[in-house]
């Protein structure tokens, strides 16, 4: 059975989400980063798993279900700290971020039979799943992150290693504003979407003419 591994960052203001601020402020960021963080590990609770990790930089909070055991992230980028994580398994592992709250156990209900990778693809260029049946570190390291062709330089990665790659179907990361509604929209009933429903969008002041009070 499968290894469910979460990457995650401690949902403090001004250390997560941070391209929500404006127009949300840094504690609604986040509250909407935790509020997204527990949808995800609630899928990742209901999904069939051999084991399930939180790999996390930062301290665990009352959003984290049981059944989880928590690691803390290496030092690096992100390629590394992904490198890592996968490290830490014996056996066919899905690795996953924290930005997709609208994601649910289906979806990470993964078999490996016929293929070595499962692929995630998000819509902004990126991945949010990446699964692999024999976890190899040196498939992540060096892969540019965070940018819009890290996808397809990751799934190129895989493809030149020899892998047969399944594709998961694609998903919205949480990024932005319109990423936050469209993403609601799709989970009306999640605590991300609820969460997003009490926030209110800091208005900026408009601007003041010179020489008028």
Same mark, same amino acid.
Request: aromatic share 4%.
């Given at each position: 059975m499968t290894t469910l591994l979460v990457i995650a960052k401690e949902p403090r203001p001004g250390r997560v989400k941070t391209r929500l601020t404006p127009p949300f402020t840094p504690g609604q960021a986040a509250r909407l980063a935790e509020a997204a963080l527990?949808?995800?590990?609630?899928?990742?609770?209901?999904?069939?798993?051999?084991?399930?990790?939180?790999?996390?930089?930062?301290?665990? %909070?009352?959003?984290?279900?049981?059944?989880?055991?928590?690691?803390?992230?290496c030092a690096g980028g992100l390629d590394e700290r992904l490198a890592d994580a996968f490290a830490r398994c014996a056996g066919?592992?899905?690795?996953?971020?924290? #930005?997709?709250?609208q994601v649910t156990?289906?979806?990470?209900?993964? =078999?490996?039979?016929?293929? #070595? !990778?499962?692929?995630?693809?998000?819509? =902004?260029?990126?991945?949010?799943?990446?699964?692999? +049946?024999?976890?190899?570190? %040196?498939l992540l390291r060096g892969v540019p992150m965070s940018t819009s062709v890290t996808g397809a330089a990751l799934r190129d990665r895989l493809r030149t290693a020899g892998l047969r790659v399944r594709d998961l *179907?694609?998903?919205? #990361?949480?990024?932005?504003?319109? #990423?936050?509604?469209?993403?609601?929209?799709?989970? *009306?009933? %999640?605590?991300?979407?609820?969460?997003? !429903?009490?926030?209110? +969008?800091?208005?900026?002041?408009?601007?003041?003419?010179?020489?008028r009070r």
């Amino acid at each position: 059975m499968t290894t469910l591994l979460v990457i995650a960052k401690e949902p403090r203001p001004g250390r997560v989400k941070t391209r929500l601020t404006p127009p949300f402020t840094p504690g609604q960021a986040a509250r909407l980063a935790e509020a997204a963080l527990a949808d995800t590990l609630h899928a990742v609770a209901a999904a069939p798993a051999f084991r399930r990790v939180l790999v996390l930089d930062g301290a665990p %909070g009352p959003w984290l279900p049981r059944g989880f055991d928590v690691v803390p992230q290496c030092a690096g980028g992100l390629d590394e700290r992904l490198a890592d994580a996968f490290a830490r398994c014996a056996g066919p592992a899905l690795l996953i971020g924290m #930005d997709t709250p609208q994601v649910t156990p289906e979806l990470l209900t993964v =078999d490996f039979t016929g293929c #070595d !990778a499962h692929f995630g693809p998000a819509e =902004d260029g990126g991945f949010w799943a990446l699964g692999l +049946a024999r976890p190899e570190p %040196g498939l992540l390291r060096g892969v540019p992150m965070s940018t819009s062709v890290t996808g397809a330089a990751l799934r190129d990665r895989l493809r030149t290693a020899g892998l047969r790659v399944r594709d998961l *179907p694609s998903l919205r #990361d949480v990024d932005t504003a319109a #990423d936050a509604h469209a993403v609601a929209a799709l989970a *009306p009933h %999640g605590r991300f979407a609820a969460r997003l !429903a009490r926030c209110t +969008a800091v208005v900026e002041p408009a601007p003041n003419p010179a020489g008028r009070r």
